[in-house]
């Protein structure tokens, strides 16, 4: 008997139908004698919409209620999977965040898991039910819904599975597995049977839109052991204990393993990157902090950060990207900041795109990053910024040269499938 975890996304709860076929699955591990607890998402589209209903009632909402408002999504798709096992003849019930309850603190739409209780779920599960969780969902000390941020889900069946310390869990999505890069954009990407938690935190925060980037880092932390496959599989599909997907795990795991290994794992593109420049700035000790200190004041992420070499006048020109969700804020910041900065002109940019290369292989063999240089001059693809860190590169170019950035890069480093 093992204690596992299943997790199910918006795209496989979509509908009746779709339901039906995740209970199926979930009514097929229960049968082996397993204990099951499934945390599932709302269905496709409806946290959008929940979230534009609060834009419309209210420009400048309360985040403590569109935290009730969102989370209502989950509570709807728990309760039609706990009827649809039921109608299969499979005991279940679901437990709502609060009923667990889902300790967080109360950073509403964006809280963070603090504990969670387990001891009446365990009981429960140990009893022969399943138990039905919606993802997303947590309570603060004074009792008020939060919710963990977009694509949450996938954090709450990490935490879930830490503290119930189940022996897998499994994220059930509508790819099957995490892949040597977008299947859309490379026809030859392959399937990876293994990447390291470092290796999915890089691909996660990097555009590779798999899994949640927050429940990469806890599953680090908490050490658990992380599937990712299709929910989409026929009846004659092999089950989810013959590791069909893609597991994530520890460094050490993966030599253990001995599977192939490739210098660079995967390929990531984002488009949701925004390049900011701001010309003459004036090339003297303090001049970069006053321009990013407002920005962290404010929370504004910023990523990619060059200075370029001064000129004659003592003057200099910045360049940086922070997401395009936060380019009005941050413009506006710097608008407001630049008499105390003493820039000349600003000039955003919106049609970027950072492409990352990332593997572990990196740490030990030089070479990586011209490589990718190289292959990128060869296409007369123009290298707009650069960061890298231990086992990714990044580079940011135009937006409209991506695809093929990101072809030629699988190519050059020898990921194309046979
Ligand atoms: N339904 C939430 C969202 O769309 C959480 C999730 O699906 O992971 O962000
Ligand atoms: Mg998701």
Same mark, same amino acid.
């Given at each position: 008997m093992a204690r596992i975890v299943m997790k199910f996304g918006g795209t496989s709860m979509a509908g009746t139908e779709r339901i039906r076929r995740v209970a199926q699955l979930v009514k097929r591990q229960a049968e082996r004698g397993d204990e099951v607890a499934v945390v599932v998402s709302a269905m496709a589209g409806d946290t959008d919409r929940l979230v534009n209903f609060c834009r419309e009632a209210n420009a400048l909402y309360d985040p403590a209620e569109y935290d009730v408002v969102v989370a209502a999504g989950e509570q709807i798709t728990s309760g039609l999977l706990a009827i649809t096992l039921q109608a299969l003849g499979c005991n279940a019930r679901s437990w709502l965040g609060w009923q667990m309850p889902i300790h967080t603190d109360d950073a509403h739409a964006k809280a963070r898991i603090g504990s969670i209780d387990t001891d009446e779920l365990l009981a429960s599960m140990a009893s022969g039910s399943i138990a039905v969780i919606p993802g997303f969902q947590g309570l603060t000390d004074d009792n008020r819904v939060t919710t963990l941020g977009r694509g949450g889900s996938d954090t709450s069946a990490v935490a879930v599975a830490a503290a119930i310390k189940a022996d897998r869990c499994d994220i059930y999505t509508d790819v099957d597995g995490v892949y040597t890069t977008d299947p859309r954009i490379v026809a030859r990407a392959r399937k990876l049977k293994a990447v390291t938690y470092e290796e999915m935190l890089e691909l996660a925060s990097v555009g590779s839109k798999v899994l949640q980037t927050r429940s990469v880092g806890l599953a680090m932390k908490e050490g658990v052991r992380v599937q990712v496959l299709s929910s989409f599989i026929d009846e004659n599909a092999p089950d989810a204990d013959s590791i069909p997907g893609t597991m994530i795990v520890t460094d050490e795991e993966l030599e253990n393993a001995q599977v192939e290994r490739q210098l660079i794992t995967g390929i990531a593109a984002d488009k949701n990157e925004a390049k900011i420049t701001l010309t @003459?700035? &004036?090339? @003297? &000790?303090g001049a970069v902090a006053h321009i990013f200190a407002p920005l962290a004041d404010a929370n504004i992420n910023v990523d990619m950060i060059i200075q370029n070499v001064g000129r004659d006048k003592g003057e200099t020109d910045v360049t940086f990207t922070c997401p395009q969700a936060d380019l009005a804020r941050c413009t506006d910041i710097l608008e407001n900041q630049r008499d105390a900065i003493g820039y000349n002109r600003l000039i955003p940019d919106t049609k970027v795109a950072k492409i990352s290369v990332v593997g572990v292989g990196m740490k030990s063999h030089a070479g990586v990053a011209s490589t990718m240089f190289s292959s990128l001059a060869d296409r007369k693809i123009n290298i707009q910024a650069i960061s890298t860190s231990e086992i990714k590169v990044s580079v940011l170019i135009d937006e409209d040269e991506t695809e093929l950035a990101v072809r030629v890069l699988h190519t050059a480093y020898g990921l194309d499938a046979e």
């Open positions: @003459r700035v &004036p090339d @003297r &000790p």
